[in-house]
């Protein structure tokens, strides 16, 4: 599988659902105004430039998804939490693809 097919092509979603079923903290990284605009039920609002300070509403949790419009800022949001010590991040990609994870 080249490398764009291997990120642009059909995903497997299936560790992803597995995760968001037994409950995942679902984080999604774009703009307080992104987000009211439509988003993942369940899911809490923490901007990517706001991540280092919230540290504190990541502890405890098992799973951490987190997901913006296209993947990029939460590929950033994954780095910047595993900087902090988080080793349970998932990149779920854009809102919508983990939203079809949600249903």
């Not at 706001?50 to 949790?61: A, E, L, N, Q, Y």
């Amino acid at each position: 599988m080249g490398f764009f097919s291997s990120i642009f092509g059909s995903k497997d979603n299936s560790k992803l659902k597995e995760v968001i079923q037994k409950g995942a903290f679902l984080v999604d990284v774009r703009s307080a105004s992104e987000f009211a605009s439509g988003s993942v039920k369940g899911a809490v609002n923490i901007p990517l430039d706001k991540i280092g300070s919230h540290f504190t509403k990541f502890k405890g949790k098992k799973n951490i998804v987190v997901f913006c419009r296209s993947g990029n800022r939460s590929g950033q949001a994954k780095s910047i939490l595993e900087k902090g010590g988080y080793d349970n991040v998932i990149n779920g990609g854009s809102w919508s693809n983990v939203n079809e994870c949600v249903g």
